[in-house]
C-alpha cells in the first residue's frame, strides 16, 4: 500500500513568510509525528499526535511553530514569519500507535528559508 | 528533559569488519529503542529495535543490546559491507510514544 507522503517536497520562501507543509500517513495509522532535520544533524522532535488525544507540542522550537491534524489523518505543520534557522528537512513519520510500534517516515519536505 | 546521547559521531571500518555504535538515555522510563538507517538524501527506515524486557536481540548481521540498569544500548554490525555504509540513528521512547534520537552515526565501510 501506499506509504507516507509529504508535500511539497521543496519549498523555497523569503525570510518573514508563512508556510504550509504537509502529510499524509499511511491509511489507518493513528500516531503521527514531525521532525526536523538540519543538514547533518539528527532528528529532532517537535510534536506528535495519537488518536483523539491532545497533541503532545513539547519539542515546537517556538510559537512560530503549529501544528494540526484533521479527521485523524491529514496533518499541516506551519511555520509562521519563517526564519533562515527554519530551513532543514521537516520529516513526518506515522505508526500503527505509540509504544513499540514502528514509525514510517515520508519523504521530507525541504524548506529553505532565504 | 529527555535526551540520547549516541557516539561515536563518525566510524570508518574495513569490509568485512564489526561496527558499534553506543547510546545512552536519560529518562529510565524508556522502553522501546529502535535503531534507523538512513542513507544520502534517503528517509530513515528501521533496522532493528529491542524492548525493556529483552537484553539482546539479532537479526543475521545486526545485534543489538540494552542495559536498563545502566540506561545504555548498543548496536553491533558484523561482517560489515559497503553497503552498510549510512547514517545510523539510535532512538529512546517512552509508554506516552515520544520519541528521542540520538545525534546519529555516520558509518563508512571502506572495500
Known amino acids: 500500500g501506499a506509504g507516507v507522503s509529504q508535500s511539497p517536497s521543496n519549498k523555497v520562501t523569503e525570510k518573514g513568510k508563512d508556510v504550509e507543509l504537509r502529510c499524509d500517513p499511511i491509511s489507518g495509522h493513528t500516531a503521527l509525528y514531525w521532525y526536523r532535520q538540519s543538514l547533518g544533524q539528527g532528528l529532532e522532535f517537535l510534536i506528535y499526535f495519537q488518536g483523539n488525544s491532545a497533541p503532545d507540542k513539547s519539542g515546537l522550537p517556538s510559537d512560530r511553530f503549529s501544528a494540526e491534524r484533521t479527521g485523524g489523518s491529514v496533518s499541516t505543520l506551519t511555520i509562521q514569519r519563517t526564519q533562515q534557522e527554519d530551513s532543514a528537512v521537516y520529516l513526518c513519520a506515522s505508526s500503527s500507535s505509540t509504544g513499540f510500534y514502528e514509525q514510517y517516515f515520508g519523504p521530507g519536505t525541504r524548506l529553505t528559508v532565504t | 528533559g529527555e535526551n540520547v546521547e549516541q557516539h561515536p559521531s563518525t566510524l570508518s571500518v574495513q569490509e568485512g569488519d564489526s561496527a558499534v555504535i553506543k547510546c545512552t538515555y536519560s529518562?529510565?522510563?524508556?522502553?522501546?529503542f529502535p535503531w534507523y538507517k538512513q542513507e544520502l538524501g534517503k528517509r530513515p527506515q528501521l533496522i532493528i529495535d529491542?524492548?525493556?524486557?529483552?537484553g539482546e536481540k539479532k537479526d543475521q548481521r545486526i545485534a543489538v543490546t540494552l542495559n536498563k540498569t545502566a540506561k545504555h544500548f548498543s548496536l553491533h554490525i558484523t561482517e560489515t559491507q559497503p553497503e552498510d555504509s549510512a547514517v545510523y540513528f539510535c532512538a529512546a521512547q517512552n509508554q506516552g510514544g515520544k520519541l528521542i534520537f540520538g545525534q546519529g552515526t555516520e558509518l563508512s565501510v571502506k572495500p
Open positions: 529518562d529510565s522510563a524508556s522502553n522501546y
Open positions: 529491542i524492548r525493556s524486557n529483552v
